[in-house]
């Protein structure tokens, strides 16, 4: 039973969205709770000031009753008069819909979480993607290359450096960076990464160079490696002998069959590299004090800013779901046999 | 698959991978790190765990020093860590009235530029019950000859009370920065507006001089700044018998080099016992060891060792329980089809779709915030399963089409019995290879986690090293000696896994061979 296009993409997007509700579910499950311990202690707090101010107004304390009348007040505020699974529920939908309101304390100079993660996001897409596709570029050049000729010198030096990469933490490596040109060789000033603001187009440049030399050095190899693989899967087809015995020259051989062929695992990759680089690295962030989402979630975390933590993993979650789902439909127009597998149920 | 099949697949295998050059090396390179692993505790001590996170084991050691083979790339020598214990000592003991005193003697020889930064003792006990009882401590030392200088014996320390378990450290006693003034004095280093008389008693000479140092300005200000072990340790001469200026000795004096004969007096009432196996005196060096110390003085080398261990536990448990639970996924849900496979299906994705690591931070909030190992693996495992079971399902589809099981099945095996002996084995190979591949990743994980401050501190790794450098401010610092070693070991570690897995995955997937 064959599906047509816009069928399968319908049951993939359904099927997506339903993964990132329930996602959304989980995550609102646990962060409910951590939200009531944070929120009773403001209650508390604001009663206590509620408190003061009365006593200074009326020259008298409030009566007990006052008092709980405020505090319940309070109470159904923050919507702690809810039973718990009520509380998860409309957290799970106010999250859902993008309705993150505010977070409590200050973070990154504000409390409205979507302006928090709206500049957090533009300074990890401007370090993060712009990496990203240098190493892509880098990747398929590299890739490409050492698969034509496997075994060449290219094509050992860059097994080897996807091996080495692949275990290096990322953020590791940004402080042997840090150590050697800016401590050691001093081409840079310390404070571009002592501190997290800077000023200026050119100090912003400076301040990236750093970490995009980080980030595109412990990932190109790993990139290379793969389209390296991928390739040489396809080379071994009987097309790609049937077109070097029709003639077709070499060069027309690799890149116009060859990579056209083996173009739809490639296009996942370059998606999930994409998508992937918008949620930042939370410890790279750290290491060179940049301020973007990964940095937003550890500052979140430090802050107990529960609003804007579970903002970020919603935003998280749905950007690998996001990726799936465009991946799986973009498999499904390139390559027309997987949407009868998806369809073909037993 | 029967016994014999096995060892003769085993034995296939085995002659395949042998002629593979990185998988052997990577397989020799873990035997030793498994060795290392395994010889820490008899390398080093065992209760090094414990004593990982007390200052007080680390009290004698300098902190942020870099290792000692420093000095061979610098113009300036740097002195090392050098602990005298009382078998290095010549120790006498009488009876004088009613104390005992004991004498212990012994050389430091001085070959540096940069002298000890602290001299530090310890381990002396006794059981005195009452303070004034407690054992007092003298030192005097006897420099190398400096031509000019009058007086080459000083009196570091006098009578100064060590109680149990105590430690002077002589760079931050008061007492021994006024005898060193003292001596410098004695030696008419510089002048003071009245001078000392000489008839006094020692204790009112010194009073007196304190007196007069805190009254002059330029003098107190010497006082203040100066380091006690540059002194003692230091020219006071120009090398031709002339006094250098007090100015000179204070910041910019040299080492004088050369053997110094420290004589330590410990006298002690005769109705108390004191007990001087354990007594040492520590040159805290400039530098320690092979890969010096941290903030706490703990040595690099120490921690770098024990985090083996960590790595290759945490590595290699996080590894088989995902690959296997991954692999039990995978096959099953294949094997049922159907709905349960929709299930299943939809609940990896479901769980691809957590962000790791947050989520990480938020399970490790969950356990308390400072999660124990178990713990972590457990949190690991949850979170890693996914991929392979992914992989593993879509071989197993191929194989569920095979005519054998189909044959099984026919000769009415059951599910398990199906999914146990006949599928799961021929997925051994690829898991093999998986769990050598996953390995990086879990030590990385834990790394991370680790670095972030969310394990527990008493467990001993990179992580938590690299974690301690970090809020040690090393890398701006450049303390290089605390950053680079735990990350190359994570990096080593991780190298050798995937050479390993790599190699397996090059002798089971003939088709990514080498052309």
């Known amino acids: 039973m064959a599906m047509g296009f816009g069928k399968y993409v319908l049951y993939r997007v359904v099927n997506g969205v339903i993964i990132l509700f329930l996602a959304v579910l989980l995550m609102s499950a646990l962060f409910t709770k951590l939200a009531t311990i944070q929120l009773t202690t403001q209650v508390d707090s604001e009663v206590q000031q509620w408190v003061r101010g009365y006593t200074q107004t009326h020259h008298q304390a409030p009566s007990k009753e006052l008092i709980e009348q405020y505090r319940a007040q309070r109470m159904h505020y923050y919507a702690l008069d809810q039973p718990y699974w009520k509380r998860t529920w409309m957290y799970t939908i106010d999250t859902f819909f993008f309705k993150w309101g505010k977070s409590i304390p200050t973070v990154f100079g504000t409390h409205d979480v979507k302006d928090q993660i709206k500049t957090a996001l533009g300074r990890t897409i401007l370090l993060f993607t712009t990496s990203e596709i240098i190493i892509i570029l880098l990747g398929i050049a590299l890739g490409v290359k050492s698969a034509q000729i496997p075994g060449s010198l290219l094509d050992r030096t860059i097994s080897i450096l996807a091996m080495v990469t692949t275990s290096l933490p990322m953020w590791w490596l940004g402080m042997l960076m840090i150590l050697v040109f800016v401590v050691y060789l001093d081409w840079l000033p310390i404070t571009l990464y002592s501190q997290t603001a800077v000023s200026g187009w050119s100090n912003i440049l400076k301040k990236m160079s750093l970490p995009v030399f980080t980030i595109v050095l412990v990932s190109f190899g790993g990139w290379a490696w793969n389209i390296r693989n991928i390739m040489i899967g396809t080379m071994q087809e009987d097309f790609i002998m049937v077109a070097r015995a029709k003639g077709v020259p070499e060069r027309k051989v690799i890149y116009g069959h060859a990579l056209k062929a083996s173009s739809p695992p490639i296009i996942t990759m370059v998606i999930f590299g994409m998508i992937g680089s918008l949620s930042g690295a939370i410890i790279t962030e750290i290491v060179f004090n940049w301020p973007g989402m990964g940095r937003l979630y550890w500052e979140a975390l430090q802050l107990n800013a529960v609003r804007t933590m579970m903002a970020l993993n919603y935003i998280f979650a749905f950007l690998t779901v996001f990726s799936m789902v465009l991946a799986d439909i973009l498999y499904g127009y390139l390559d027309p046999r997987v949407r009868v597998g998806a369809a073909a149920r037993s | ?515």
């Not at chain 2, 004991?102 to 602290?118: A, Q």
């Not at chain 2, 986690?449 to 001993?460: Q, R």
């Open chain 2, 1 to 515: 698959m029967r016994w014999v099949d096995f060892k003769d697949s085993v034995k296939r295998f085995w002659s395949e991978y042998k002629h593979q050059k990185s998988g052997m090396v990577g397989l020799a390179l873990l035997i030793i790190l498994v060795g290392l692993a395994l010889a820490a505790p008899y390398i080093t001590s065992h209760d090094i765990p414990e004593k990982w996170q007390t200052g007080q084991a680390w009290m004698t050691n300098p902190k942020n020093a870099p290792p000692s083979w420093e000095n061979y790339f610098t113009s300036v020598s740097k002195a090392p860590q050098k602990t005298f214990t009382v078998h290095d000592m010549q120790v006498k003991s009488e009876k004088n009235g009613s104390m005992k005193v004991y004498t212990l003697t012994f050389t430091y020889n001085m070959r540096y530029d940069v002298p000890p930064k602290d001299i530090v003792l310890t381990g002396l006990t006794s059981n005195a019950s009452r303070p004034q009882d407690a054992p007092k401590v003298s030192i005097t030392v006897q420099r190398p000859p400096e031509k000019g200088v009058k007086y080459g014996t000083l009196t570091l320390l006098s009578e100064t009370p060590l109680p149990t378990g105590g430690a002077l450290q002589l760079a931050y006693t008061p007492q021994v920065k006024t005898l060193l003034f003292y001596w410098l004095y004695e030696n008419g280093v510089y002048q003071l507006p009245m001078q000392i008389p000489p008839q006094l008693p020692m204790e009112m000479r010194l009073m007196y001089l304190n007196q007069q140092l805190q009254m002059n300005n330029t003098l107190y200000g010497y006082y203040q700044s100066a380091d006690p072990m540059r002194i003692l340790f230091g020219q006071i001469t120009d090398g031709k018998g002339h006094l250098l200026p007090l100015e000179k000795i204070i910041y910019e004096s040299s080492g004088l080099q050369g053997p110094y004969k420290f004589t330590v007096t410990i006298k002690a009432p005769s109705y108390v016992d004191v007990n001087l196996d354990k007594f040492e005196v520590a040159m805290v060096g400039r530098t320690y060891g092979l890969l010096g110390t941290d903030q706490m003085g703990r040595p690099i080398a120490i921690g770098l060792l024990w985090g083996t261990r960590v790595a290759i536990a945490i590595g290699l448990s996080v590894a088989v329980s995902t690959v296997l639970i991954g692999v039990l996924i995978g096959v099953t849900s294949a094997y049922l089809g159907g709905w349960a496979d929709e299930f299943i299906q939809r609940f990896t994705e479901f769980m691809m779709s957590l962000p790791v690591l947050p989520m990480l931070i938020l399970l490790s909030l969950y356990f308390g915030g400072r999660i124990s190992l178990t713990q972590l693996v457990f949190i690991l495992v949850l979170f890693g399963w996914m991929g392979t079971a992914k992989v593993a399902r879509s071989m197993a589809l191929q194989i569920k089409e095979q005519t054998y099981i189909e044959a099984a099945r026919a000769l009415g095996a059951g599910t398990g019995r199906i999914v146990f002996r006949h599928m799961v084995p021929q997925l051994l190979p690829y898991a093999f290879a998986n769990i050598a591949l996953s390995v990086p990743g879990a030590i990385l994980n834990e790394a991370g986690l680790s670095f972030l401050g969310l394990t527990n501190p008493n467990i001993i790794s990179w992580g938590q090293m690299l974690n301690a450098a970090h809020q040690n401010g090393a890398t701006l610092n450049g303390y290089w000696w605390q950053v680079i070693p735990p990350g190359l070991a994570i990096a080593l570690v991780g190298f050798v896994f995937v050479l390993i897995g790599v190699s397996l995955d090059t002798v089971l997937n003939p088709r990514l061979k080498r052309a």
